[in-house]
């Protein structure tokens, strides 16, 4: 199967697992979850199995991609002739997994049907595949699974349908990385965990719930990353919700990776982090400086940067230092830094979550995520419902659309402006125009951006990147204070630069002011370029000091598809 066809091949060295061709016919128990696209391997799945012990070779895994016609999806698993189905069901793919197993339980009303993952964890009287699956599992599958599938096959049969998933000794679990193939190394984010739980209690997020962080042994951790590595990994993300909590284990962790990076400084790691921001001693700083360009990525949530919301909603942050913390990383690291913004949370207004994002915009990360507030299942953020007026979306994702203190236009609004800071700042294809479209009011001039471009479009989304160079083109032409023939001098060597080879309208008639000479082209990158061959495209495209070269441009234009954002 190739990784379009939204099945994944899961060729297992070690075990019985999908070979990507016909499935392993007989497989007893089928495993499986609808990742949110190919790139996303399921972590999850991988501690099920490896810690299914005597079961192993019973069990098929079957990664799924999210878009496939239902009736694939449902014969794939099928054609192991499975006595069970077990599946993972999370925020993104519950929707569609609500249809397969209503699809299944009319194919095959003699498979088992066992689910468990954080979507199933919580609120399970209000959800209809609930009710559809024989058991659900909730929290931690990593025992549970393999007792429950144990019991279903050999009895007794279990009496519960909702069952707790124990809490694991993590010292004691089987660790899940050689259940990563070959391909999953080469084409796939290797996602990895070197802690579990987090001890902060911000109520929009479910690792409120938890009540403190807990950490794998570190030395057979490291060890497993030294296997991946040697065996070809080189994009690793860390899931832990707080990487930097302790110290001495974040800098063995960063030291083994720089180790490695060091050790091939021709085909280097990608290693991405999730930070609490406002936590970061000098052993650690020392450490961060020394990664190169391209290697280390930081997801920083700043959340709101108003004290009131983060009262509200029980987050502990010092804004102040989070701030110095963002300025040293961008000036003294490489890290490409990416930044978390909520809107909808209580408390927030218009005017306070406009201040946040000028502030963190005047930091300057490489990227500033806008999110809206949801209503996970199980989140502590119920509680304000009704006090703050928070009425959400009831479809998943469950996004707010409005509060209290923000109507449901000026959030609409605020998405939309999301959507085009995507695709116009954080996408890195204009740094030059993105950077006349901030200006010294990044979220109103944002905003008002987001708006003409949604009534000069009519969406969204399924925007040709020519369209939208033309689209900002023409608003700068309004705002910014620069002549008609320099503005579009620097949409040129955007566009260049980003490697596509269309034309923009202006090209066609020659540059403003010009006498209709051919424009000038303008050169793919600044000298002196580089870029990683590990980081993303994406990742690449910030690189600091560097638009990016020329292999990189075209990189990304290969994996951007025929330019249609
Ligand atoms: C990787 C990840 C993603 C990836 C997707 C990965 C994929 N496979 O496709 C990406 C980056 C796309 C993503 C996006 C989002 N994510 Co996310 N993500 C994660 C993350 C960081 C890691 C998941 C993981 O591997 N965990 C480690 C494994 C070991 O834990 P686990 O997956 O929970 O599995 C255990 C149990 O759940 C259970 N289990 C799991 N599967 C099964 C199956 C069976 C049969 C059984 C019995 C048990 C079982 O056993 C496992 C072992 O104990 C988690 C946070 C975290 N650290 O867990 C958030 C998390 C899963 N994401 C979350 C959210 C809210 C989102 C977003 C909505 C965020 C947003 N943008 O606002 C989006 C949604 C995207 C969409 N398209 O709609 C929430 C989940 C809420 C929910 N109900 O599902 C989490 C928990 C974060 C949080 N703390 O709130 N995410
Ligand atoms: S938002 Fe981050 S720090 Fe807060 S509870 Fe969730 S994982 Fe922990």
Redesign the pocket.
Known sequence: MSAGDGVSDSTGATDRTSTGGSPTAGARVV?S?I???YQ??????R??LANAGDLQPDIALEELV?GRPLDDIAARLLAHRPRVV???????NVVETTRLVRRLRELAPSVTI??????V?HEADQQEICRLAHYV?Q????I??AK?VRAILHGPKPLMHLIA?EQ?DLASLELPYRHYTDRDLRERSI?V?AS?GCPFKCEF???ALDRTAWAFPLDSFLAEMAALHDRGARRF?F???TFNLKPATSLAIMDFFLARIAATPADPCFVHFELVPDHLPESLKALIARFPPGTLQFEIGIQSFEPAVQALISRRQDNERAEANLRWLGAYSHAHLHVDLIAGLPGETLDSFGNGFDRLAGIGPDEIQV?IL?R????PIVRHEHPQGLRFHPQ??YEVTSTATMNEHELAAIKLMARFHELIVNAGRMPRLASLVLGDRPFARLMDLSQALAGRFGRAHAIALEDLFDGVLDWLRREAPLDHGRLEQQALDDYRASGAKGRLTFMKRGLSGSSGDPVAPAGPAEPGASTSRAAPPRQARHLRGAHRDAAAAAHAIDTAGPGVL
Do not use: M, Q
């Not at 066992?114 to 979507?119: A, K, Q, R, S, T």
């Open positions: 495993l979850t990742n949110a696209r996303h391997a399921s972590l999850g799945l501690y099920l999210s077990a599946l993972g069901v999370y925020i993104w066992i689910l468990g993952g954080p979507e964890s599992i929290g931690p599958g990593d549970s699974f429950l998933g694991p996602y965990e579990r997020c479910l690792s993300k899931v832990d919700r999110g949801k996970l299942r199980g989140a998943p994702p």
